[in-house]
């Protein structure tokens, strides 16, 4: 049996992202549209807005972000992603031996965030993926006055809500379950024939924002501004026009096909290990079965629209999909945490949530 090979991350450029910024947006607001209050209140704050820190996950590893907190997620590049030897199907097991690796893969990130966001205010009884971490977040808390060590605690509930989210969004990209010899298709370069100014990109970054960049500089023409170009800024209005786009794309899903919507929502309704399990394992299958066509030729191949006839909607169905599934998984994890109230074993029990 080979092994999930880890990920030399110090060769990756320095922006590294999921879906893009408006395109983790859109996805995270048609959760909410998805989840009830009280479920969001539970896992943010009265008043929570899962929009509002999505694309936090992109930034808080970089040194030079504004909201980068570099000391403390610097080993989190890596948790964006599940890459393969080329040609493996996902393995499980291969993917849970890395869990104590200091550059964990997205299963094994979005597990450690699940436990620290049920267990919260015992996060010093939480076993930690990075070392490094551990011993910031105690030092952190234990240096705060007993009325800041409340807040912080919240803010690790927060911290631990907005990281899941994030990467179970980026666990539905293709080149986020792709090949580790080309870090997912970092290191493929084509010319994007539908891009502004026909730019040189990646293959993954036709995923991450290219496609999506088209459909909105059809809307905003000269004043759009591209994703990987406008990181850091305000995009507002960018962010709501595709989100309307994406819910009017999933209102006719769901009057033609409510079975499909309602499988997806069922399957991650149970455990989180099998609806992590089914996320990557689909995932990763789409990434083989298309990998030719994702690829689009040879370095430098000049991309035409015929690639945004093949996969735009299948990139739309992708966050529509992950949508879903999140506010499901949201939901049953706002149940545990109703159940634990944060505390590894209860107060007022001896049993502690199952995976």
């Keep these: 049996m080979s092994r999930l090979v880890v990920i030399t991350w110090a060769l990756l450029p320095l922006t590294v992202d999921g879906w893009n910024q408006d395109v983790h947006y859109a996805g995270a607001k048609l959760v909410e549209d998805l989840l009830p209050r009280e479920d969001l209140d539970r896992l943010l704050q009265k008043n929570g807005d899962l929009t509002c820190y999505i694309n936090w996950p992109d930034s808080n590893h970089r040194p030079g972000s504004m909201s980068g907190d570099s000391e403390r997620f610097g080993w989190s590049m890596a948790s964006h992603f599940v890459n393969m030897p080329s040609g493996e199907e996902y393995n499980r097991d291969q993917a849970e031996s890395l869990r104590v690796m200091e550059t964990p893969n997205a299963v094994n990130s979005l597990r450690h965030f699940r436990e620290k966001l049920l267990f919260y205010k015992d996060f010093k009884r939480v076993v930690y993926i990075n070392a490094k971490m551990k011993v910031l977040d105690e030092a952190l808390y234990d240096g705060q006055n007993d009325f800041n060590k409340v807040a912080l605690l919240e803010r690790f509930k927060r911290e631990s809500t907005y990281s899941i989210a994030h990467y179970f969004q980026d666990l539905h990209n293709p080149f986020h379950c792709g090949d580790q010899y080309d870090l997912g298709g970092f290191k493929h370069s084509v010319q994007c024939g539908f891009c502004a100014d026909n730019k040189t990109t990646t293959v993954h970054t036709l995923w991450d924002a290219d496609m999506f960049d088209h459909e909105l500089r059809g809307v905003f023409k000269r004043n759009y501004i ?99 599934r999140l506010a499901a998984a949201l939901r049953r994890i706002s149940a545990e945490l109703r159940q634990t109230e944060g505390f590894m074993v209860q107060q007022r029990g001896n049993s502690v949530i199952p995976s």
């Excluded at 069922?266 to 690829?295: H, M, P």
């Design 226 to 324: 591209d994703q990987m170009a406008g990181f850091e800024q305000e995009r507002y209005p960018f962010q709501e026009t595709l989100y309307k786009m994406m819910r009017e794309k999933y209102d006719f899903l769901l009057l033609i096909h409510p079975e499909l919507v309602r499988g997806w929502y069922t399957e991650c309704s149970g455990e989180f290990d099998s609806c992590i399990d089914t996320v990557v394992s689909e995932t990763r299958q789409y990434f083989l079965d298309n990998k030719e066509a994702l690829y689009v030729g040879a370095q430098g191949t000049v991309v035409t629209e015929a690639y945004l006839d093949r996969f735009l909607d299948a990139a739309f169905m992708q966050v529509m999909k992950s949508s879903v």
